[in-house]
Nanobody
Framework: QVQLVESGGGLVQAGGSLRLSCAASGRTFSSRAMAWFRQTPGKEREIVAT????????YYADSVKGRFTISRDNAKNTVFLQMNSLKPEDTAVYYC?????????????????WGQGTQVTVSS
């Protein structure tokens, strides 16, 4: 069993920055690909970014490419999402997710564990 706890969400003005963190329990963190998804009311949860177990491979949704950076610290069982140049359309609940395999994956169905979510609100 893996528990994921997100933190770092909040209210920020457009153009600002936030850094999300996700702390994972367990001893197999480096064996798991990790991801950030986001969801707004009435819409499906969508991939934001994902990173493989070693941190050497990443993927970003086109909507955040060049503005967001995903990283991980395997010694601290933590994954991060640095969000810069935030836009009102980035407003959503952001979820951290973990999968059993090391390679990155972009589908919700490929992730086995989820955090409770953290709200990010970007004002115009």
């Amino acid at each position: 069993q893996v528990q994921l706890v997100e933190s770092g969400g909040g209210l920020v003005q457009a153009g600002g920055s936030l850094r999300l963190s996700c702390a994972a329990s367990g001893r197999t963190f480096s064996s798991r690909a990790m991801a950030w998804f986001r969801q707004t009311p009435g819409k499906e949860r969508e991939i934001v970014a994902t990173i493989n177990g070693s941190g050497a491979s990443t993927y970003y949704a086109d909507s955040v490419k060049g503005r967001f950076t995903i990283s991980r610290d395997n010694a601290k069982n933590t994954v991060f999402l640095q969000m810069n140049s935030l836009k009102p359309e980035d407003t959503a609940v952001y979820y951290c997710a973990a999968r059993l395999g090391r390679p990155i994956a972009t589908s919700i169905k490929e992730y086995d564990y989820w955090g409770q979510g953290t709200q990010v609100t970007v004002s115009s």
